[in-house]
């Protein structure tokens, strides 16, 4: 899983380039890891992906 540190929003472009790995790599799923938060463009497209997991903020342990 990739980790992305932001203080904001994760945008669509960070989903957009999982989503892209994913297919280069033929991943059945992915996960996109963040101590921030997913924003609703973001979701919308997951879900119509339906291959992509969010970890966000206080649900990602940052040990």
Same mark, same amino acid.
Do not use: Q
């Given at each position: 899983?990739?980790? /992305?540190?932001?203080?904001?929003? @994760? =945008? ?6 999982? +989503? ?11 996960? /996109?890891?963040?101590?921030?938060? @997913? =924003? ?6 997951? +879900? ?11 649900? /990602?342990?940052?040990?």
């Amino acid at each position: 899983m990739a980790r /992305l540190c932001y203080s904001k929003i @994760v =945008g669509l472009e960070a989903v957009h380039a999982r +989503a892209g790995v994913m297919d280069h790599k033929w991943a059945a799923k992915g996960v /996109l890891g963040t101590t921030s938060w @997913v =924003g609703k463009a973001s979701r919308d497209f997951a +879900a119509a992906n339906g291959r992509i997991e969010f970890v966000e903020g206080r649900n /990602l342990n940052t040990c």
